[in-house]
């Protein structure tokens, strides 16, 4: 069996923590070959009466499918390929497997990468505000990278496409699923023109603890997090968050005060991010990179 293959199985099969298959990982790419059985059980820590079970499973026609499909339907990184992002195999908890439809080279180490997030149910602000950075900031040859999400999310993305940018979408369900259902067409033009990815194989659908683990993936990937409209304590927050655990640069676009929209943004500011007012302020972020 070929490494890629079973590292995906290993992904797959549901009964290894992450960080465990991470850890096979690891010595599979210190000593370049596959462990045998006894040496994958140790290095998981799988306890003797669970061995049983999860070689059964392991070995079942079901997972070997469920392989078979996720590699005809998309394409696969582990985290031990050169294709996979340095930045983001030092990240906390990265993805042991990605799976993408696209480029792939837009996550490339020498690509200049902005996170944009923001508020699900925007105002017009934050459309004029793209409208007003994204053409610039697009010329420069800088790629979009956000979560294919309502709002803020699916405009990144649509006003990317439209300046002829290149953008990538980073989901929270399988890559045959779109959530929401109505950027089912944006997801595949996504697919098509720049890079869709998950960590999730194909029929995953959306759940709650998705999302905030898509978050990390976000600000692993990029250099810069951009921040437009965010309420207080909103998810938007969170991965601006982990960005700054990550000593990503974040920043963040000011609001007025009288809109709720702008308390997540405007406090971002407030506690050290930096003031977006046009395209320089964030391509300048760019510029030693």
Aim: proline share 4%.
């Amino acid at each position: 069996m070929e490494v890629k293959k079973f590292i995906i199985k290993l992904h797959l099969s549901g009964m290894i923590k992450t960080s465990k298959v991470r850890k096979i990982c690891e010595w599979i790419q210190s000593k370049q070959t596959i462990p045998d059985f006894n040496e994958w059980f140790v290095l998981a820590e799988i306890a003797n009466e669970k061995r049983g079970l999860l070689l059964e499973k392991f070995n079942s026609i079901e997972l070997e499918l469920a392989v078979d499909r996720n590699l005809y339907h998309s394409k696969a990184i582990t985290i031990i390929d050169s294709e996979y992002p340095q930045c983001l195999r030092e990240s906390y908890n990265p993805p042991n497997v990605l799976f993408y439809r696209g480029d792939i080279s837009l996550i490339s180490e020498d690509k200049k990468l902005l996170g944009i997030v923001g508020a699900r149910k925007n105002s017009q602000y934050a459309t004029l505000a793209l409208d007003k950075l994204l053409p610039t900031v697009l010329a420069a040859n800088i790629v979009t990278v956000s979560g294919l999400a309502q709002g803020v999310d699916s405009l990144v993305h649509i006003q990317t496409a439209a300046n002829k940018g290149k953008t990538v979408a980073v989901i929270g369900t399988g890559l045959d699923v779109f959530y929401p259902s109505q950027n089912r067409a944006l997801q595949q033009k996504i697919a098509h023109e720049g890079l869709v990815i998950s960590e999730y194989p194909l029929g995953s659908m959306p759940r709650r603890y998705h999302f905030p683990a898509r978050n990390r993936i976000i600000a692993g990937l990029v250099q810069t997090l951009l921040v437009v409209e965010a309420k207080h304590q909103s998810g938007s927050l969170i991965t601006a968050n982990l960005a700054l655990q990550e000593n990503r640069n974040v920043l963040a676009v000011p609001g007025p005060i009288t809109s709720l929209l702008s308390d997540g943004t405007n406090e971002l500011i407030k506690a050290g991010a930096k003031p977006i007012i046009n395209a320089q302020d964030i391509i300048e972020e760019f510029r030693n990179t």
